[in-house]
């Protein structure tokens, strides 16, 4: 029976360690909490939960020693400690994270000792990659190439679960979704680079229609121009990554992180004071001035602008006092947003994934998409759990098994890797819906 080892026992993780238990593996979950990680094991006799933290780096050690492969569910900055305990003792790997450049620069090393370092093995990213490949791959097996690709995803509250004002719920960790909200953005159009810096980002959103579900904003994610190479779109002039939200997020956003919300510089200052007394303080209002209008003012806004309505209802403008164990803006803001905009436990939450691609061939061209249309259980897992955990549980399985075998640092793009991967999610009902229509 091989043995894994999973770090982290977070809002993602149940479905990989009841996918890892029921197909026969020994599971360590280790936790900074140990109660997180015995609700996983679910008292299994094939499950053990251990309390450590990351600064346990001799612990670490240990565990990865006495394991087959480590699952890093980790902040990514703690993976590359993970890969190097498990260079030191001959272990593989697996996160859903994207790769840094410090992971990059353990592949001669990983290869060097026929291990397997899977990255980006999740959601977005990582089924985004698969089954985009896929049809990349089929295109070209078809003699045709690649001329445009666009690929957006969504984590998002279901419809009827999509009655607060900001339009949005979070079923998972709300500070990583706060801090995404300042990335610069690039991507390639029409043959021409579009970047943005990060105070710009949800100035460069457009609504888009994904048929058969709905109408959502989307706004560029990140650094797109690298996938023309890694996904090897040689003749495409336009790669785009963007995000889904439903529509008021990104003007609400962009607004947001003019007024300094989301800064992590500590405010000592502000220490015993409320809410209302750290916007009066960003937007420079005087005491006897009302902190609605002269937030709106500040903003270039009117007071009755919807911006402003989703800023109080939050609860930014009330005598609330500051949480005296957080120091920053980001921090205060996370606190009300964990509070008025967590999905309720009678709630579900849903995963759009869409894929765009014109593609020419001799004598015609196609415009292909690809839809995935994912929903939570109410009372069970969530979407975006399943959707993260299982495709890197079945990595971790077909890896220990012998399916997949590609030493050093990947990310799932080649076949070998996302089509025993994609074959399993369609089996648990993880499936994407294909289009082509001749143009």
């Not at 593989?92 to 840094?100: G, I, P």
């Not at 397997?116 to 698969?130: A, R, T």
């Not at 090897?232 to 889904?244: M, S």
């Amino acid at each position: 029976m091989k043995n894994v080892l999973v770090l982290g026992a977070g809002m993602v993780a149940r479905p990989m360690v009841v996918y890892l238990l029921e197909h026969g593996f020994r599971v360590t979950v280790a936790s900074r909490t140990v109660s997180k990680a015995e609700a996983l094991i679910g008292g299994h006799k094939n499950g053990k939960a251990v309390a450590w933290t990351v600064e346990q780096g001799e612990e670490l050690k240990k565990m990865v020693s006495e394991n087959d492969l480590a699952v890093s569910l980790l902040p990514y900055l703690y993976h590359v400690q993970v890969a190097n305990a498990c260079l030191e003792f001959n272990k593989h790997l697996v996160t859903t994270s994207y790769v840094s450049d410090a992971m990059k620069a353990l592949d001669e090393q990983a290869k060097a000792k026929n291990l397997v370092f899977l990255n980006e093995s999740g959601l977005d990213p990582g089924i985004d990659h698969m089954s985009a490949m896929r049809i990349i791959h089929d295109v070209e097996k078809r003699g045709g190439k690649i001329t445009s690709f666009r690929s957006t995803t969504g984590a998002l509250q279901a419809f009827e679960a999509n009655n607060n004002p900001f339009g949005y719920k979070f079923s998972w960790a709300p500070r990583g979704v706060l801090l995404a909200s300042k990335n610069p953005s690039k991507w390639l159009e029409n043959s021409k680079v579009r970047e943005y810096p990060g105070e710009q980002l949800f100035e460069n959103y457009r609504i888009e229609n994904v048929p058969g579900v709905g109408a959502f904003e989307n706004y560029p994610n990140r650094n797109s121009v690298p996938y023309k190479e890694i996904y090897g779109l040689k003749d495409a002039q336009t790669v785009y990554r963007g995000t889904f939200r439903m529509t008021g997020w990104c003007e609400t956003m962009r607004n947001v992180v003019a007024l300094g919300l989301l800064e992590e510089t500590p405010m000592e200052s502000l220490k015993g004071k409320t809410y209302a007394d750290l916007m009066r303080h960003l937007v420079k209002a005087t005491p006897d001035e009302c902190i609605a209008a002269a937030t709106a003012k500040f903003l270039g806004l009117k007071p009755y602008s919807a911006v402003i309505k989703r800023l109080e209802w939050l609860g930014l403008f009330s005598d609330r006092i500051l949480p005296t164990d957080k120091n920053n803006p980001l921090d205060w803001m996370n606190v009300l947003t964990l509070e008025k905009m967590s999905l309720g436990k009678d709630e579900r939450d849903m995963i759009v994934m869409y894929h765009e691609f014109l593609a020419e061939f001799p004598g015609k061209k196609e415009h292909i998409t690809s839809t995935l249309l994912d929903f939570g259980e109410i009372g069970g897992d969530t979407s975006i759990a399943r959707t993260v955990s299982l495709p890197a549980a079945i990595a971790v399985r077909m890896i220990l098994e012998g399916t997949i075998t590609q030493p050093g640092v990947n990310i799932p793009v080649s076949p070998g890797i996302y089509n025993p991967i994609l074959d399993e999610l369609s089996n648990i009902n993880i499936n994407f819906k294909e289009e082509t229509k001749t143009l």
